[in-house]
Nanobody, 121 residues
């Protein structure tokens, strides 16, 4: 019943910008860390950025200064603002969140469906 719904992917030219959104839908008790991962063809999935419920952030070195992660706890939504995009940013981007469904439930790692971001030459 709980799912992560992504939006905002697409095609952009080098140097351009994109904004990704990911909303947690369904009844949940608590959301802990949220983040974005990406995976290029033939490559390992890597962490792009993460943010705690208190707003502390962590970024991959390759995106520092270009990407900004944020979240709206009232809307159960995490965002990724991407600027100065490079061809090497091309990948499927996945939303990720650690969620406690109920007060007596364990914490489960949830994933969005993944959305293509293509930075063309």
């Amino acid at each position: 019943q709980v799912q992560l719904v992504e939006s905002g992917g697409g095609l952009v030219q080098p140097g351009g910008s994109l904004r990704r959104s990911c909303a947690v839908e369904g009844s949940i008790f608590m959301i802990f860390v949220m983040g974005w991962y990406r995976q290029a063809p033939g490559k390992q999935r890597e962490l792009v950025a993460a943010i705690t419920s208190a707003g502390s952030t962590n970024y991959a070195d390759s995106v520092k200064g270009r990407f900004t992660i944020s979240r709206d706890n009232a809307k159960n939504t995490v965002y990724l603002q991407m600027h100065s995009l490079k061809p090497e940013d091309t990948a499927v981007y996945y939303c990720n969140a650690f969620i406690q469904i109920g007060a007596m439930s364990g914490i489960t790692d949830y994933w969005g469906q993944g959305t293509q971001v293509t930075v063309s030459s």
